[in-house]
Protein backbone atom coordinates (compact mmCIF):
# COMPACT_ATOMS: atom_id res chain seq x y z
CA UNK A 1 0.00 0.00 0.00
CA UNK A 2 1.33 3.54 -0.84
CA UNK A 3 2.18 5.77 1.40
CA UNK A 4 0.88 9.02 -0.29
CA UNK A 5 -0.76 11.15 2.43
CA UNK A 6 -3.54 13.50 0.69
CA UNK A 7 -5.12 16.86 2.27
CA UNK A 8 -8.98 17.45 1.87
CA UNK A 9 -9.75 20.77 0.75
CA UNK A 10 -13.42 19.55 0.02
CA UNK A 11 -16.49 22.34 0.79
CA UNK A 12 -19.27 21.21 3.06
CA UNK A 13 -21.79 22.46 4.50
CA UNK A 14 -21.53 21.57 8.16
CA UNK A 15 -18.74 23.28 9.51
CA UNK A 16 -21.19 25.23 11.53
CA UNK A 17 -23.03 22.09 12.84
CA UNK A 18 -19.88 20.55 14.33
CA UNK A 19 -19.22 23.88 16.33
CA UNK A 20 -22.79 22.85 18.52
CA UNK A 21 -21.45 19.37 18.59
CA UNK A 22 -20.51 19.94 21.85
CA UNK A 23 -21.47 23.54 22.51
CA UNK A 24 -21.99 24.62 25.87
CA UNK A 25 -22.89 27.60 28.43
CA UNK A 26 -19.08 28.19 28.97
CA UNK A 27 -18.23 28.90 25.37
CA UNK A 28 -21.52 30.57 25.08
CA UNK A 29 -20.58 32.87 27.50
CA UNK A 30 -16.67 33.10 25.90
CA UNK A 31 -18.12 33.81 22.46
CA UNK A 32 -19.96 36.74 24.03
CA UNK A 33 -18.08 38.71 25.65
CA UNK A 34 -15.71 38.19 22.83
CA UNK A 35 -18.32 39.88 20.21
CA UNK A 36 -18.71 42.62 22.98
CA UNK A 37 -15.07 43.16 22.67
CA UNK A 38 -14.81 43.09 18.82
CA UNK A 39 -17.89 45.16 18.40
CA UNK A 40 -16.12 47.83 19.87
CA UNK A 41 -13.75 47.87 17.18
CA UNK A 42 -16.01 47.00 14.11
CA UNK A 43 -18.05 49.58 14.59
CA UNK A 44 -15.76 52.83 13.76
CA UNK A 45 -13.73 50.82 11.38
CA UNK A 46 -16.73 50.15 9.42
CA UNK A 47 -18.01 53.39 9.23
CA UNK A 48 -14.85 54.70 8.29
CA UNK A 49 -13.79 52.57 5.87
CA UNK A 50 -17.33 53.29 4.26
CA UNK A 51 -16.06 56.63 4.05
CA UNK A 52 -12.71 55.94 2.73
CA UNK A 53 -14.38 54.28 -0.37
CA UNK A 54 -16.73 57.37 -1.00
CA UNK A 55 -19.64 54.90 0.07
CA UNK A 56 -22.72 55.67 2.36
CA UNK A 57 -21.47 54.37 6.20
CA UNK A 58 -24.80 51.94 5.30
CA UNK A 59 -22.91 49.59 3.14
CA UNK A 60 -19.91 49.19 5.47
CA UNK A 61 -21.99 48.64 8.33
CA UNK A 62 -24.35 46.44 6.12
CA UNK A 63 -21.52 44.20 5.86
CA UNK A 64 -20.39 44.63 9.21
CA UNK A 65 -23.69 42.99 10.61
CA UNK A 66 -25.45 40.52 7.44
CA UNK A 67 -22.93 39.58 5.37
CA UNK A 68 -20.10 38.69 8.14
CA UNK A 69 -22.82 36.33 9.44
CA UNK A 70 -22.61 34.38 6.27
CA UNK A 71 -18.83 33.94 6.25
CA UNK A 72 -19.39 32.97 9.73
CA UNK A 73 -21.55 29.92 8.78
CA UNK A 74 -20.23 28.67 6.01
CA UNK A 75 -15.87 29.94 6.49
CA UNK A 76 -14.19 27.12 8.06
CA UNK A 77 -12.20 28.92 10.45
CA UNK A 78 -13.92 29.68 14.06
CA UNK A 79 -12.53 32.59 14.76
CA UNK A 80 -12.54 34.79 11.80
CA UNK A 81 -14.45 38.49 11.50
CA UNK A 82 -14.95 38.94 7.98
CA UNK A 83 -15.86 42.77 7.17
CA UNK A 84 -14.62 45.79 5.46
CA UNK A 85 -10.83 46.39 5.39
CA UNK A 86 -8.59 49.49 4.37
CA UNK A 87 -7.15 47.82 1.18
CA UNK A 88 -10.26 46.92 -0.21
CA UNK A 89 -11.84 50.40 0.57
CA UNK A 90 -9.37 51.88 -1.15
CA UNK A 91 -9.73 49.30 -4.34
CA UNK A 92 -13.27 49.92 -4.47
CA UNK A 93 -12.73 53.93 -4.23
CA UNK A 94 -10.44 53.79 -7.44
CA UNK A 95 -12.81 51.42 -9.30
CA UNK A 96 -15.98 53.41 -8.54
CA UNK A 97 -14.05 56.68 -9.22
CA UNK A 98 -12.82 55.29 -12.45
CA UNK A 99 -16.10 54.38 -13.72
CA UNK A 100 -17.78 57.62 -12.86
CA UNK A 101 -15.51 59.61 -14.42
CA UNK A 102 -15.70 57.55 -17.84
CA UNK A 103 -19.48 57.17 -17.64
CA UNK A 104 -21.23 59.87 -15.36
CA UNK A 105 -18.33 62.75 -15.07
CA UNK A 106 -21.40 64.88 -15.10
CA UNK A 107 -23.23 63.07 -12.17
CA UNK A 108 -24.43 65.35 -8.60
CA UNK A 109 -26.52 65.03 -5.42
CA UNK A 110 -28.30 62.27 -5.36
CA UNK A 111 -28.15 60.54 -8.92
CA UNK A 112 -24.63 60.28 -8.39
CA UNK A 113 -25.56 58.79 -5.37
CA UNK A 114 -28.17 56.28 -6.78
CA UNK A 115 -24.83 55.67 -9.53
CA UNK A 116 -22.47 54.63 -6.86
CA UNK A 117 -24.93 52.38 -5.12
CA UNK A 118 -25.53 50.52 -8.75
CA UNK A 119 -21.59 50.35 -9.53
CA UNK A 120 -21.20 48.70 -6.18
CA UNK A 121 -23.85 46.28 -6.91
CA UNK A 122 -21.91 45.38 -9.53
CA UNK A 123 -18.34 44.99 -8.40
CA UNK A 124 -19.61 43.04 -5.22
CA UNK A 125 -21.60 40.79 -7.48
CA UNK A 126 -18.52 40.43 -9.71
CA UNK A 127 -15.95 39.74 -6.31
CA UNK A 128 -18.77 37.05 -5.15
CA UNK A 129 -19.14 35.11 -7.92
CA UNK A 130 -14.98 34.81 -8.45
CA UNK A 131 -15.01 33.56 -5.31
CA UNK A 132 -17.77 31.09 -5.43
CA UNK A 133 -16.23 29.63 -8.70
CA UNK A 134 -12.70 29.43 -7.72
CA UNK A 135 -13.84 27.46 -4.88
CA UNK A 136 -15.70 24.72 -6.21
CA UNK A 137 -12.93 24.59 -9.00
CA UNK A 138 -10.45 24.04 -5.81
CA UNK A 139 -8.41 26.83 -6.55
CA UNK A 140 -7.70 27.59 -3.39
CA UNK A 141 -3.82 26.43 -3.98
CA UNK A 142 -3.27 29.21 -6.25
CA UNK A 143 -2.74 31.70 -3.56
CA UNK A 144 -0.05 30.17 -2.70
CA UNK A 145 1.89 31.68 -5.66
CA UNK A 146 1.15 34.97 -4.84
CA UNK A 147 4.54 35.60 -2.60
CA UNK A 148 4.31 37.33 1.04
CA UNK A 149 6.72 39.61 -0.41
CA UNK A 150 4.08 40.77 -2.58
CA UNK A 151 1.67 41.29 -0.08
CA UNK A 152 3.83 43.21 2.70
CA UNK A 153 4.75 45.26 -0.16
CA UNK A 154 0.97 46.04 -1.08
CA UNK A 155 0.12 46.61 2.23
CA UNK A 156 2.90 49.10 2.69
CA UNK A 157 1.33 50.68 -0.37
CA UNK A 158 -1.77 50.97 1.05
CA UNK A 159 -0.93 52.51 4.09
CA UNK A 160 0.66 55.09 2.29
CA UNK A 161 -2.16 55.53 0.30
CA UNK A 162 -4.75 55.42 3.15
CA UNK A 163 -2.82 58.45 4.75
CA UNK A 164 -2.59 60.94 1.80
CA UNK A 165 -6.17 60.31 0.65
CA UNK A 166 -7.48 60.60 4.50
CA UNK A 167 -5.72 64.40 4.30
CA UNK A 168 -7.74 65.65 2.13
CA UNK A 169 -10.87 65.07 4.81
CA UNK A 170 -8.69 66.00 7.67
CA UNK A 171 -7.74 69.60 6.11
CA UNK A 172 -11.39 70.10 4.95
CA UNK A 173 -9.80 69.79 1.27
CA UNK A 174 -11.94 68.65 -1.81
CA UNK A 175 -10.01 65.91 -3.39
CA UNK A 176 -9.36 66.56 -7.54
CA UNK A 177 -11.05 63.78 -9.65
CA UNK A 178 -9.12 63.71 -12.29
CA UNK A 179 -6.09 62.31 -10.69
CA UNK A 180 -5.53 58.80 -8.96
CA UNK A 181 -2.05 58.04 -8.29
CA UNK A 182 -0.72 58.68 -4.88
CA UNK A 183 1.97 60.65 -6.21
CA UNK A 184 -0.30 62.90 -8.40
CA UNK A 185 -2.69 63.71 -5.17
CA UNK A 186 0.46 64.15 -2.45
CA UNK A 187 1.65 66.97 -4.97
CA UNK A 188 -2.04 67.89 -5.46
CA UNK A 189 -1.74 68.39 -1.42
CA UNK A 190 1.57 70.17 -1.10
CA UNK A 191 0.43 72.94 -3.99
CA UNK A 192 -3.21 73.76 -2.41
CA UNK A 193 -2.11 74.32 0.96
CA UNK A 194 -4.25 77.62 0.85
CA UNK A 195 -7.22 75.88 0.57
CA UNK A 196 -7.31 74.10 3.70
CA UNK A 197 -10.64 74.39 5.49
CA UNK A 198 -8.99 75.16 8.73
CA UNK A 199 -12.07 74.84 11.28
CA UNK A 200 -12.24 70.96 10.07
CA UNK A 201 -8.37 70.91 10.41
CA UNK A 202 -8.45 71.85 13.95
CA UNK A 203 -10.80 69.02 14.67
CA UNK A 204 -8.80 66.52 12.41
CA UNK A 205 -5.96 67.33 14.25
CA UNK A 206 -7.27 67.37 17.94
CA UNK A 207 -9.20 64.12 17.24
CA UNK A 208 -5.33 62.82 16.18
CA UNK A 209 -3.55 64.06 19.57
CA UNK A 210 -6.55 62.45 21.39
CA UNK A 211 -5.80 58.96 20.10
CA UNK A 212 -2.46 59.60 20.51
CA UNK A 213 -2.93 60.35 23.80
CA UNK A 214 -5.29 57.20 24.48
CA UNK A 215 -2.79 54.86 23.52
CA UNK A 216 -0.14 56.54 25.62
CA UNK A 217 -2.27 55.87 28.90
CA UNK A 218 -3.03 52.13 27.70
CA UNK A 219 -2.57 50.54 24.95
CA UNK A 220 -5.75 48.15 25.78
CA UNK A 221 -7.95 50.93 25.93
CA UNK A 222 -10.29 50.82 22.99
CA UNK A 223 -8.86 54.43 21.24
CA UNK A 224 -11.03 54.46 18.54
CA UNK A 225 -14.33 53.91 20.31
CA UNK A 226 -12.93 56.30 22.80
CA UNK A 227 -12.45 58.73 20.81
CA UNK A 228 -15.09 59.01 18.43
CA UNK A 229 -17.95 58.45 21.59
CA UNK A 230 -16.50 61.62 22.93
CA UNK A 231 -16.53 63.56 19.68
CA UNK A 232 -19.90 62.38 19.23
CA UNK A 233 -21.64 63.59 22.41
CA UNK A 234 -19.86 66.65 22.19
CA UNK A 235 -21.16 67.13 19.15
CA UNK A 236 -24.57 66.36 19.70
CA UNK A 237 -25.06 69.17 22.65
CA UNK A 238 -23.17 71.50 20.85
CA UNK A 239 -25.56 70.93 17.84
CA UNK A 240 -28.68 70.69 20.07
CA UNK A 241 -27.73 73.63 22.16
CA UNK A 242 -27.10 75.78 19.27
CA UNK A 243 -30.56 74.94 17.77
CA UNK A 244 -32.16 75.29 21.35
CA UNK A 245 -31.07 77.71 23.01
CA UNK A 246 -30.55 81.01 22.41
CA UNK A 247 -27.37 83.31 23.38
CA UNK A 248 -27.92 86.38 25.32
CA UNK A 249 -27.00 89.27 23.51
CA UNK A 250 -24.30 91.01 25.88
CA UNK A 251 -21.84 93.28 25.37
CA UNK A 252 -19.21 90.13 26.10
CA UNK A 253 -19.92 88.53 23.38
CA UNK A 254 -20.85 91.49 21.16
CA UNK A 255 -17.53 91.24 19.12
CA UNK A 256 -18.83 88.01 17.88
CA UNK A 257 -19.40 87.46 14.20
CA UNK A 258 -21.61 84.49 14.58
CA UNK A 259 -22.66 84.68 10.85
CA UNK A 260 -19.05 84.08 10.06
CA UNK A 261 -19.49 81.11 12.55
CA UNK A 262 -22.07 80.09 11.10
CA UNK A 263 -20.19 79.82 7.94
CA UNK A 264 -17.69 78.25 9.41
CA UNK A 265 -19.31 75.48 11.07
CA UNK A 266 -21.51 74.74 8.15
CA UNK A 267 -18.91 73.56 5.97
CA UNK A 268 -17.80 70.97 8.69
CA UNK A 269 -18.68 67.49 6.70
CA UNK A 270 -20.42 65.12 9.12
CA UNK A 271 -21.58 61.34 9.02
CA UNK A 272 -25.01 62.15 8.64
CA UNK A 273 -27.78 59.08 8.25
CA UNK A 274 -26.20 56.00 9.83
CA UNK A 275 -29.22 53.90 8.52
CA UNK A 276 -29.43 54.35 4.80
CA UNK A 277 -33.13 54.32 5.36
CA UNK A 278 -33.84 51.74 7.71
CA UNK A 279 -31.78 49.65 10.06
CA UNK A 280 -32.60 46.34 8.20
CA UNK A 281 -31.69 46.55 4.90
CA UNK A 282 -33.88 46.48 1.55
CA UNK A 283 -32.79 43.39 -0.68
CA UNK A 284 -32.77 44.36 -4.72
CA UNK A 285 -31.50 42.41 -7.07
CA UNK A 286 -27.46 43.57 -8.41
CA UNK A 287 -27.98 46.22 -10.83
CA UNK A 288 -26.53 44.92 -14.34
CA UNK A 289 -25.09 47.24 -16.71
CA UNK A 290 -22.46 44.86 -18.84
CA UNK A 291 -20.78 47.75 -19.96
CA UNK A 292 -19.90 49.10 -17.09
CA UNK A 293 -19.32 45.58 -15.56
CA UNK A 294 -16.38 44.99 -18.24
CA UNK A 295 -14.88 47.58 -16.63
CA UNK A 296 -15.50 46.62 -13.07
CA UNK A 297 -13.98 43.30 -13.67
CA UNK A 298 -9.80 43.96 -13.19
CA UNK A 299 -10.90 45.66 -10.02
CA UNK A 300 -13.14 42.97 -9.23
CA UNK A 301 -10.54 40.75 -9.88
CA UNK A 302 -8.08 42.26 -7.73
CA UNK A 303 -10.44 42.84 -4.76
CA UNK A 304 -11.41 39.08 -4.85
CA UNK A 305 -7.80 37.76 -4.74
CA UNK A 306 -6.77 40.63 -1.94
CA UNK A 307 -9.79 39.42 0.09
CA UNK A 308 -9.15 35.86 0.02
CA UNK A 309 -5.10 36.63 0.71
CA UNK A 310 -5.95 38.40 3.69
CA UNK A 311 -8.53 36.28 4.78
CA UNK A 312 -6.63 32.80 4.74
CA UNK A 313 -3.33 34.58 6.05
CA UNK A 314 -5.44 35.54 9.06
CA UNK A 315 -7.04 32.60 9.54
CA UNK A 316 -3.73 30.50 8.90
CA UNK A 317 -2.01 33.02 11.45
CA UNK A 318 -4.48 32.30 14.24
CA UNK A 319 -5.34 28.31 13.30
CA UNK A 320 -1.40 28.07 14.50
CA UNK A 321 -1.94 28.87 17.92
CA UNK A 322 -5.42 27.61 18.10
CA UNK A 323 -4.82 23.99 15.89
CA UNK A 324 -7.71 24.07 14.16
CA UNK A 325 -7.40 22.90 10.88
CA UNK A 326 -8.22 25.01 8.22
CA UNK A 327 -10.00 24.45 4.52
CA UNK A 328 -8.22 27.17 2.39
CA UNK A 329 -11.56 26.34 -0.37
CA UNK A 330 -14.28 26.45 2.49
CA UNK A 331 -12.88 29.77 3.45
CA UNK A 332 -12.96 31.22 -0.19
CA UNK A 333 -16.54 30.05 -0.35
CA UNK A 334 -18.19 31.18 2.85
CA UNK A 335 -16.27 34.98 1.45
CA UNK A 336 -18.00 34.00 -2.15
CA UNK A 337 -21.70 33.60 -0.36
CA UNK A 338 -21.30 36.72 1.99
CA UNK A 339 -20.11 38.72 -1.06
CA UNK A 340 -22.62 37.56 -3.28
CA UNK A 341 -25.23 38.56 -0.66
CA UNK A 342 -23.53 41.44 -0.47
CA UNK A 343 -24.46 42.65 -3.88
CA UNK A 344 -28.30 41.92 -2.53
CA UNK A 345 -27.94 44.43 0.17
CA UNK A 346 -26.32 46.91 -0.86
CA UNK A 347 -22.61 46.26 1.18
CA UNK A 348 -19.36 46.67 0.73
CA UNK A 349 -17.19 43.52 -0.36
CA UNK A 350 -15.79 41.63 2.76
CA UNK A 351 -12.39 40.43 3.51
CA UNK A 352 -10.67 38.82 6.99
CA UNK A 353 -10.22 41.79 9.45
CA UNK A 354 -6.70 40.63 11.30
CA UNK A 355 -7.63 43.01 14.08
CA UNK A 356 -10.53 41.76 14.58
CA UNK A 357 -9.66 38.42 14.41
CA UNK A 358 -6.44 38.50 16.35
CA UNK A 359 -8.76 40.35 19.23
CA UNK A 360 -11.72 37.69 18.96
CA UNK A 361 -9.19 35.02 19.64
CA UNK A 362 -7.30 36.71 22.44
CA UNK A 363 -10.62 37.95 24.36
CA UNK A 364 -11.38 34.45 24.21
CA UNK A 365 -13.86 33.31 21.20
CA UNK A 366 -14.17 29.83 21.07
CA UNK A 367 -16.65 29.43 18.10
CA UNK A 368 -17.82 31.13 14.84
CA UNK A 369 -20.65 32.26 17.43
CA UNK A 370 -18.97 34.76 18.58
CA UNK A 371 -18.75 36.19 15.18
CA UNK A 372 -22.46 36.37 14.68
CA UNK A 373 -22.24 38.11 18.40
CA UNK A 374 -19.70 40.90 16.65
CA UNK A 375 -22.41 41.22 14.61
CA UNK A 376 -25.89 41.44 16.79
CA UNK A 377 -23.78 43.74 19.21
CA UNK A 378 -22.81 46.09 16.22
CA UNK A 379 -26.41 46.36 15.40
CA UNK A 380 -28.07 47.38 18.80
CA UNK A 381 -24.69 49.68 19.30
CA UNK A 382 -25.82 51.38 15.86
CA UNK A 383 -29.72 51.70 16.77
CA UNK A 384 -28.99 52.49 20.28
CA UNK A 385 -26.65 55.30 18.96
CA UNK A 386 -26.79 56.00 16.02
CA UNK A 387 -28.37 59.67 16.64
CA UNK A 388 -25.11 60.12 18.28
CA UNK A 389 -22.68 58.98 15.79
CA UNK A 390 -24.55 61.16 12.99
CA UNK A 391 -22.58 64.17 14.43
CA UNK A 392 -19.33 62.90 14.48
CA UNK A 393 -17.31 65.23 11.99
CA UNK A 394 -15.35 63.18 9.16
CA UNK A 395 -11.88 64.85 10.17
CA UNK A 396 -12.61 62.65 13.55
CA UNK A 397 -12.79 58.98 11.26
CA UNK A 398 -9.62 60.65 8.83
CA UNK A 399 -7.46 60.96 12.27
CA UNK A 400 -8.90 57.15 13.29
CA UNK A 401 -7.55 55.58 9.79
CA UNK A 402 -4.32 57.54 9.95
CA UNK A 403 -3.47 56.72 13.61
CA UNK A 404 -4.11 53.11 12.32
CA UNK A 405 -2.12 53.03 9.12
CA UNK A 406 1.19 52.64 11.30
CA UNK A 407 -0.69 49.19 12.57
CA UNK A 408 -0.93 48.09 8.91
CA UNK A 409 2.57 47.49 7.98
CA UNK A 410 4.96 45.28 10.40
CA UNK A 411 8.15 46.80 9.66
CA UNK A 412 10.06 43.93 10.90
CA UNK A 413 8.51 41.88 7.83
CA UNK A 414 9.22 44.78 5.44
CA UNK A 415 12.75 44.90 6.30
CA UNK A 416 13.34 40.83 6.07
CA UNK A 417 11.72 40.84 2.87
CA UNK A 418 14.56 43.79 1.60
CA UNK A 419 17.13 41.59 2.96
CA UNK A 420 16.30 38.53 2.29
CA UNK A 421 17.33 38.05 -1.33
CA UNK A 422 17.51 40.38 -4.33
CA UNK A 423 14.06 39.12 -5.75
CA UNK A 424 12.53 39.88 -2.55
CA UNK A 425 13.93 42.90 -2.61
CA UNK A 426 13.25 43.91 -6.23
CA UNK A 427 9.27 42.75 -5.94
CA UNK A 428 8.95 44.51 -2.46
CA UNK A 429 10.30 48.10 -4.28
CA UNK A 430 8.50 47.63 -7.69
CA UNK A 431 5.61 47.29 -5.55
CA UNK A 432 5.80 50.19 -3.75
CA UNK A 433 6.39 51.95 -6.66
CA UNK A 434 4.05 50.84 -8.94
CA UNK A 435 1.39 51.86 -5.72
CA UNK A 436 3.14 55.14 -5.84
CA UNK A 437 2.70 56.03 -9.44
CA UNK A 438 -0.04 53.60 -10.47
CA UNK A 439 -3.66 53.13 -9.44
CA UNK A 440 -3.29 50.55 -6.80
CA UNK A 441 -5.46 47.90 -8.46
CA UNK A 442 -2.61 47.55 -11.01
CA UNK A 443 0.09 47.87 -8.75
CA UNK A 444 -1.47 44.66 -7.16
CA UNK A 445 -1.27 42.98 -10.29
CA UNK A 446 2.17 44.33 -10.87
CA UNK A 447 3.39 42.47 -7.40
CA UNK A 448 1.49 39.56 -8.62
CA UNK A 449 2.45 39.11 -12.21
CA UNK A 450 6.14 39.53 -10.66
CA UNK A 451 5.75 36.79 -7.83
CA UNK A 452 4.56 33.99 -10.48
CA UNK A 453 6.94 35.14 -12.76
CA UNK A 454 9.99 34.52 -10.34
CA UNK A 455 8.52 31.34 -9.19
CA UNK A 456 7.94 30.13 -12.75
CA UNK A 457 11.69 31.00 -13.36
CA UNK A 458 13.02 28.74 -10.46
CA UNK A 459 10.61 26.06 -10.56
CA UNK A 460 11.72 25.70 -14.41
CA UNK A 461 14.87 24.84 -13.65
CA UNK A 462 15.07 21.01 -12.75
CA UNK A 463 17.95 19.80 -10.69
CA UNK A 464 20.00 17.51 -13.00
CA UNK A 465 22.91 15.53 -10.94
CA UNK A 466 24.97 12.82 -12.14
CA UNK A 467 25.60 9.98 -9.57
CA UNK A 468 27.69 6.65 -9.58
CA UNK A 469 27.23 3.56 -7.43
CA UNK A 470 29.84 1.89 -5.50
CA UNK A 471 30.34 -1.71 -5.20
CA UNK A 472 27.10 -1.28 -2.11
CA UNK A 473 25.19 -0.04 -3.78
CA UNK A 474 25.44 3.44 -2.41
CA UNK A 475 24.72 6.57 -4.62
CA UNK A 476 28.03 9.20 -4.97
CA UNK A 477 27.58 12.63 -6.76
CA UNK A 478 30.30 13.27 -9.11
CA UNK A 479 32.03 16.19 -9.08
CA UNK A 480 32.85 17.40 -12.91
CA UNK A 481 35.70 19.53 -11.58
CA UNK A 482 37.64 17.18 -11.09
CA UNK A 483 39.28 14.29 -13.73
CA UNK A 484 37.52 11.15 -14.31
CA UNK A 485 37.86 8.00 -16.18
CA UNK A 486 35.18 7.86 -18.99
CA UNK A 487 32.20 6.11 -18.02
CA UNK A 488 29.66 3.91 -20.67
CA UNK A 489 27.03 4.27 -18.28
CA UNK A 490 25.58 7.35 -16.13
CA UNK A 491 23.11 7.94 -13.83
CA UNK A 492 21.48 11.37 -13.79
CA UNK A 493 19.16 12.26 -11.27
CA UNK A 494 16.40 14.27 -12.53
CA UNK A 495 15.03 16.22 -9.64
CA UNK A 496 12.36 19.28 -9.75
CA UNK A 497 9.31 20.30 -11.70
CA UNK A 498 9.50 18.64 -15.40
CA UNK A 499 6.20 20.40 -16.75
CA UNK A 500 6.12 22.22 -19.92
CA UNK A 501 8.52 25.37 -18.37
CA UNK A 502 11.34 23.23 -17.62
CA UNK A 503 10.87 21.01 -20.65
CA UNK A 504 12.78 22.58 -22.80
CA UNK A 505 16.22 22.99 -20.31
CA UNK A 506 15.71 19.25 -19.01
CA UNK A 507 16.15 18.43 -22.79
CA UNK A 508 18.50 20.72 -23.75
CA UNK A 509 20.71 19.83 -21.06
CA UNK A 510 20.57 15.61 -21.60
CA UNK A 511 21.93 16.32 -24.85
CA UNK A 512 24.45 18.26 -24.32
CA UNK A 513 26.02 15.79 -21.98
CA UNK A 514 25.10 12.89 -24.54
CA UNK A 515 26.78 14.76 -27.29
CA UNK A 516 30.13 15.72 -25.50
CA UNK A 517 30.43 12.41 -24.58
CA UNK A 518 31.14 9.57 -27.16
CA UNK A 519 32.07 6.88 -24.67
CA UNK A 520 28.30 6.65 -23.15
CA UNK A 521 26.36 3.72 -24.78
CA UNK A 522 23.66 3.82 -21.80
CA UNK A 523 21.78 6.88 -19.73
CA UNK A 524 19.69 6.03 -16.93
CA UNK A 525 17.42 8.85 -15.44
CA UNK A 526 16.40 8.26 -12.14
CA UNK A 527 12.40 10.03 -11.84
CA UNK A 528 11.58 9.23 -8.22
CA UNK A 529 12.36 13.05 -7.46
CA UNK A 530 10.70 14.55 -10.57
CA UNK A 531 7.23 15.80 -10.43
CA UNK A 532 4.46 17.38 -12.90
CA UNK A 533 5.08 15.29 -15.98
CA UNK A 534 3.09 16.67 -18.80
CA UNK A 535 2.88 15.96 -22.80
CA UNK A 536 5.68 18.85 -23.04
CA UNK A 537 8.38 16.76 -20.63
CA UNK A 538 6.79 13.44 -22.61
CA UNK A 539 7.80 14.97 -25.77
CA UNK A 540 11.19 15.61 -24.53
CA UNK A 541 11.98 12.38 -23.52
CA UNK A 542 10.51 10.94 -27.18
CA UNK A 543 13.34 12.67 -28.82
CA UNK A 544 15.66 12.31 -26.38
CA UNK A 545 15.36 8.80 -26.82
CA UNK A 546 15.29 8.70 -30.36
CA UNK A 547 18.37 10.71 -30.46
CA UNK A 548 19.85 8.35 -28.60
CA UNK A 549 18.75 5.05 -30.26
CA UNK A 550 19.67 6.39 -33.84
CA UNK A 551 23.24 7.22 -32.45
CA UNK A 552 23.42 3.70 -30.89
CA UNK A 553 22.91 4.10 -27.79
CA UNK A 554 19.74 3.80 -24.92
CA UNK A 555 17.44 5.16 -22.58
CA UNK A 556 16.65 3.82 -19.30
CA UNK A 557 14.54 5.14 -16.49
CA UNK A 558 14.28 3.77 -12.95
CA UNK A 559 12.38 5.01 -9.67
CA UNK A 560 9.10 5.58 -11.52
CA UNK A 561 6.47 6.60 -9.58
CA UNK A 562 3.05 5.67 -10.29
CA UNK A 563 2.00 8.58 -11.29
CA UNK A 564 4.73 9.17 -13.88
CA UNK A 565 3.45 5.58 -15.03
CA UNK A 566 0.40 6.48 -15.46
CA UNK A 567 1.64 9.55 -17.57
CA UNK A 568 4.03 7.82 -19.77
CA UNK A 569 1.38 4.83 -20.07
CA UNK A 570 -1.18 7.09 -21.35
CA UNK A 571 0.83 9.09 -23.60
CA UNK A 572 2.87 5.89 -25.50
CA UNK A 573 6.19 6.64 -24.19
CA UNK A 574 5.98 3.01 -22.06
CA UNK A 575 5.68 1.51 -26.03
CA UNK A 576 8.34 3.69 -27.33
CA UNK A 577 11.06 3.39 -24.59
CA UNK A 578 9.79 -0.54 -23.78
CA UNK A 579 9.06 -2.10 -20.82
CA UNK A 580 12.50 -3.85 -19.73
CA UNK A 581 13.78 -0.16 -20.04
CA UNK A 582 11.61 0.86 -17.12
CA UNK A 583 11.64 0.50 -13.47
CA UNK A 584 9.20 1.14 -10.98
CA UNK A 585 10.16 2.16 -7.59
CA UNK A 586 9.64 0.31 -4.73
CA UNK A 587 9.03 2.15 -1.12
CA UNK A 588 9.59 -1.15 0.44
CA UNK A 589 13.19 -1.44 -1.37
CA UNK A 590 14.37 2.45 -2.33
CA UNK A 591 17.45 1.23 -4.15
CA UNK A 592 15.89 -1.78 -5.54
CA UNK A 593 15.34 0.08 -9.18
CA UNK A 594 18.63 1.77 -9.68
CA UNK A 595 19.86 -1.59 -9.05
CA UNK A 596 17.65 -3.46 -11.82
CA UNK A 597 18.82 -0.48 -14.12
CA UNK A 598 22.40 -0.93 -13.73
CA UNK A 599 22.19 -4.39 -14.05
CA UNK A 600 20.32 -3.93 -17.21
CA UNK A 601 22.49 -1.07 -18.47
CA UNK A 602 25.58 -3.55 -18.16
CA UNK A 603 23.54 -5.96 -20.16
CA UNK A 604 23.05 -3.54 -22.90
CA UNK A 605 26.42 -2.32 -22.70
CA UNK A 606 28.19 -5.81 -23.04
CA UNK A 607 25.61 -7.35 -25.76
CA UNK A 608 26.28 -4.01 -27.88
CA UNK A 609 30.02 -4.90 -27.52
CA UNK A 610 30.21 -8.80 -28.34
CA UNK A 611 27.96 -7.02 -31.71
CA UNK A 612 31.08 -4.64 -32.14
CA UNK A 613 33.87 -6.84 -31.09
CA UNK A 614 34.98 -5.06 -28.08
CA UNK A 615 36.86 -6.21 -25.60
CA UNK A 616 34.32 -6.51 -22.65
CA UNK A 617 36.36 -6.96 -19.66
CA UNK A 618 35.75 -3.41 -18.98
CA UNK A 619 32.14 -3.91 -18.24
CA UNK A 620 32.97 -6.18 -14.97
CA UNK A 621 36.18 -4.67 -13.90
CA UNK A 622 36.21 -2.88 -10.90
CA UNK A 623 36.08 0.17 -11.97
CA UNK A 624 33.02 -0.87 -13.66
CA UNK A 625 30.06 1.16 -11.15
CA UNK A 626 27.35 -1.70 -12.07
CA UNK A 627 29.88 -4.74 -10.94
CA UNK A 628 28.91 -4.88 -7.49
CA UNK A 629 25.37 -4.38 -8.71
CA UNK A 630 25.15 -6.93 -11.29
CA UNK A 631 26.77 -9.57 -8.55
CA UNK A 632 24.49 -8.47 -5.78
CA UNK A 633 21.41 -10.37 -5.13
CA UNK A 634 18.80 -7.46 -5.22
CA UNK A 635 15.64 -8.31 -2.45
CA UNK A 636 12.85 -9.59 -3.74
CA UNK A 637 9.29 -7.30 -4.38
CA UNK A 638 6.53 -8.00 -3.08
Known amino acids: MSNTFTSHDEISLAYFKKDFDRYSWSAFRSDMFAGLAVAMLTLPQSLAYALVAGLPVSTGLYAAIFSSIIVAIFGSSRHLIAGTSNAIAILIQGGISSVLFTYYRYATGPEKEELVLQILTQLT ?230 SRTALNYESGGQTRVAAIFNALFVYLMIAAFGFLIRHIPVAAFSALLIASAGNIVNIKQLFLCLKATRSDALVLILTLLACLFLSLDIAFYIGVIMSITLYLKKAAIPQLVEFTVDESGVLHSIDHNQPHEPRKIRLIKVEGELFFGAADLFQNTLKAITEDDTTTKVIILQLKNARDIDATACLALQQLHDYLKNSGRYLIACGITHQIWDVLSDSGMIDMIGKNNLFIFDEKHPQLSVQKAFSHAAELVKADAIKTGENTTSTSSSRDPARGLINEKAPETT
Open 125 to 354: LLVGVMQIIAAFLKLGRLTHFVSHTVIIGYVSGVALALVISQLFPLLGMHPPTDISSLYERSSYILTHLSSIHWPTALIGIACLLALFGIKKIDRKIPAGAVMLAAVAILAYFIDYFYWHFELPNTSLLSFVDWNYIDSLTENIAVVGDTSGGGFIPHINWPYFNPGIMNNLVPVAFAIALLSVMEATSTSKSVAANSGQHLSTNQEIFGLGLGNFWSSFIGAMPLSGSP
